[in-house]
């Protein structure tokens, strides 16, 4: 098994001493926050690999923390919560949370949901980069497209011709072609 990096993310003192033995004696490292502004701060600085925010944290609210973390890509959240009321796995697909614990909470139903969490949010975030970079590739390829278009119109050359006029413009100065298709759509336009 893997060593992580978990932030617990609770104000009940005994609660969080609970947690954190567990993942102890399962040889992970773990960081305790008090309050809500507490866990997002740590989780700011240390990056870790997971934070457990409890739904009853003080200073700010348990689904803002989750928010928050998640927006700054920081890491995946599971909340823990002594029950589920009306309305909470609702909430719960609003906000940026990847799985909840019910307390009392059980060692190994806590340690096999860490490893799960962790690994499918590495998943996640290859699955996320991939698709930013298909876009990256996608808007490219509309620029060089445009471009090719309007050297086609403006220099009179067909298809093969104008895309063949920028690939040498790209050779010959060593530029990618999408810069290249930049540079003619802001001297054509």
Do not use: C
């Amino acid at each position: 098994m893997s060593q992580w990096r978990i932030i617990i993310a609770d104000s009940n003192d005994y609660s969080r001493s609970t947690l954190k033995g567990m993942l102890l004696s399962s040889g992970h490292l773990v960081y305790e926050a008090r309050d809500g502004g507490s866990a997002v701060r740590l989780s700011r600085s240390l990056m870790p690999d997971l934070v457990l925010v409890d739904m009853g944290i003080v200073g700010m609210n348990a689904y803002e923390v989750a928010h928050i973390i998640d927006s700054d890509n920081v890491a995946p959240v599971i909340l823990m919560t002594q029950t589920i009321q009306r309305g909470f796995i609702e909430e719960v697909k609003n906000y940026s949370v990847f799985a909840y614990l019910l307390k009392p909470i059980d060692k190994a139903v806590l340690l096999s949901l860490t490893e799960f969490v962790i690994e499918n949010h590495k998943k996640y975030l290859s699955l996320k980069n991939e698709i930013e970079s298909l876009k990256k590739q996608i808007e490219a390829r509309k620029k060089i497209e445009k471009a090719k278009g309007l050297l086609m119109k403006v220099k009179k050359l067909d298809e093969d011709e104008a895309y063949t006029l920028m690939r040498k413009m790209s050779m010959d100065s060593t530029l990618p072609m999408e810069v290249i298709a930049e540079r003619i759509l802001t001297k054509y336009s």
